[in-house]
């Protein structure tokens, strides 16, 4: 075929042209060639060209689907031509150029009646039917920036209905129609499909503040879906998610240990007792160093919390009564006489031995903790101003490394819901939405992380049982394969495949995706939308002839 019969045949699909005298292969399918973008020379005569894949055949499809609404356009550009006649100069015009508004339409509907029947063994082939539909509604594809309203999807899926072509015999009327009641049903359905994969996350302030402290959450941690969260327990215990789900389970718990140790001036995987001994060091340090180049001057308040206590002490139980009389007076004693103040070095002697009385707990603890606050705020109030903010940077880390101590379980991991505890126990304002850094970690962390259930094996245990699970899924496939007469190593590959998605889900949900997900509200309104948006364009296109 030479150049110029290409191009003539390309006129003439176009409907531009008349169809000129072919040599070799009839008309109507090297016409469907072109229209497919496909033109082999190898192609024996009244044989029908159509891709071998189901691939192929979908993007056939799409193509003849696009150009079904290219020339539904054509159809309706001229029907709007057409009622232009009758209007002063129009007429003479259409005869100027040699246009004929009803000779155009007629042809136009010849040709949309032609492409049916060359596209029919394309149509009637798997993925054809499914390509051509997705064809006409992608060309509505820029409706998507539209706001995702039900009267823009039914009015959208209307507009793309209108450019269906049409024989002598079908309405443009009714194809309107017909798309706006599939628009409405398809974005109905499109809404609830979206609710249901769309995460409401109600706690979405608890979850952020995790992932600002770098500790990773879950998709399925934070979610209302009933679908995430079900998926979410059935990888806990499916072969090949099942691991991957743990190592995110023990990543979470190490972040939360790294955050939470950072309020004590360290940063551990593990809480261990060795860990909390290596925190407590410069802690201790910091108190010996600012309390000695400091003096306790605030003696008013230390002599009236000491006062107190006096008056309070006939009510002890008696076997206590003598040991918290005799701190009361062995601080009192410390007091300079002469300037009224106390060595700093003498209060940190006076506060340890408190602390060591108190470490028992029982009646003893309860009954000296008035004495050691009324000591530690006077000596607050002392602390010059070049140290103060040294002083309670110490005096935090000191705090929260007790109520970390006091807070993990045998494996050295945070326990959320006993650190709130600890955090909120002489503290009434963490109950209130207040308190302290590892106060604010503990509330997020008691909404979202469930107390630790320990290591269920290292990183390359994990690693062997992932590895051991593919290869049994593998020979599994093998077998099935050889037993069927196919390919053994072909179905191993299919079966170790499934497996292999599997993981990956279970990757995504605890992936820096999945939280972004989850934490961000934007990315899953964005798919909601969409859902909505593409659900009136298909429900349109699937009503449309």
């Known amino acids: 075929m030479t150049p110029e019969e290409e191009s003539a045949l390309l006129a003439q699909a176009l409907g531009t042209a008349p169809a000129p005298v072919s040599k070799g292969l009839p008309d109507e399918e090297k016409l469907l060639q072109i229209a497919m973008g496909t033109t082999p020379k190898d192609v024996p005569a009244n044989n029908w060209y159509i891709p071998d894949t189901y ?31 009758g209007q002063l100069g129009v007429d003479w015009l259409y005869k100027k150029l040699g246009y004929d508004p009803a000779a155009t339409a007629n042809d136009l509907q010849a040709q949309v009646a032609e492409k049916r029947r060359l596209d029919k063994p394309l149509i009637d082939s798997p993925g054809g039917t499914l390509g051509q539909f997705l064809g006409e509604a992608g060309v509505g594809a820029p409706t998507f920036l539209l706001p995702a309203t039900l009267p823009l999807a039914i009015m959208s ?122 925190a407590r060091a410069p802690i201790s340090a910091a108190f010996t160093d600012l309390a000695s180049r400091n003096t306790l001057t605030d003696t008013p308040t230390l002599v009236k919390g000491l006062i107190d206590v006096q008056n309070n002490i006939a009510k002890l ?124 970690l503990a509330r997020a962390a008691r909404e979202i992380v469930p107390n630790s259930v320990g290591d269920s094996g290292t990183a390359q245990r994990l690693m062997m049982q992932n590895l051991l699970q593919y290869g049994s899924l593998g020979g599994a496939g093998a077998g099935y394969g050889a037993a069927t007469g196919q390919d053994p190593y072909a179905s191993a590959a299919k079966f170790a495949g499934v497996g292999l998605l599997g993981n990956m889900g279970a990757r995504a949900m605890g992936s820096n995706v999945g939280n972004g997900y989850m934490a961000n509200n934007l990315l899953p309104e964005a798919m909601k939308k969409l859902l909505m948006q593409s659900g009136g364009l298909l429900g349109g296109a699937a009503l449309s002839p």
């Open 317 to 440: 139980p008696a076997n206590i009564k003598g040991a918290v009389q005799a701190h009361v007076d062995d601080i009192i004693q410390k007091i300079d006489p002469t300037t009224g103040t106390m060595p700093g070095d003498v209060y940190r002697m006076l506060d340890t031995q408190l602390g060591k009385a108190m470490k028992g707990g029982g009646d003893m603890a309860g009954a000296l903790g008035p004495v050691r606050d009324s000591l530690r705020s006077a000596m607050d109030n002392s602390i010059s101003k070049a140290d103060q903010e040294a002083w309670q940077t110490a005096r935090r880390q000191y705090g929260n490394m007790m109520a970390i101590a006091n807070s993990r379980d045998k494996f050295g991991n945070i326990l959320p819901t006993t650190l709130y505890n600890k955090t909120a126990k002489g503290n009434s304002s963490v109950k209130f939405g207040g308190g302290s850094d590892l106060a604010e």
């Open 55 to 85: 691939l192929g055949r979908l993007g056939a499809g799409a193509g003849a689907g696009v150009a079904n609404v290219g020339l539904g356009a054509k159809q309706r550009l001229n029907d709007m031509l057409m009622n232009q006649q």
């Open 157 to 278: 899926s209307m507009g793309m209905s209108a450019l269906q072509p049409t024989t002598k015999d079908e309405s443009v009327v009714k194809n309107m129609a017909m798309g706006g009641v599939g628009g409405a049903a398809g974005y109905g359905l499109g809404k609830a499909i979206g609710n249901v994969i769309s995460p409401a996350v109600t706690a979405k302030g608890a979850a952020q503040d995790l992932l600002d402290k770098g500790v990773p959450v879950r998709l399925d941690q934070t979610t209302d879906s009933r679908l995430v969260k079900n998926i979410g327990a059935a990888m806990d215990n499916m072969p090949f998610t099942s691991g991957v789900r743990q190592s995110q389970k023990q990543a979470q718990n190490e972040a939360l240990n790294r955050a939470a140790s950072r309020t004590m001036g360290a940063d551990f995987a593990k809480i261990t007792d060795d860990a909390m001994g290596q």
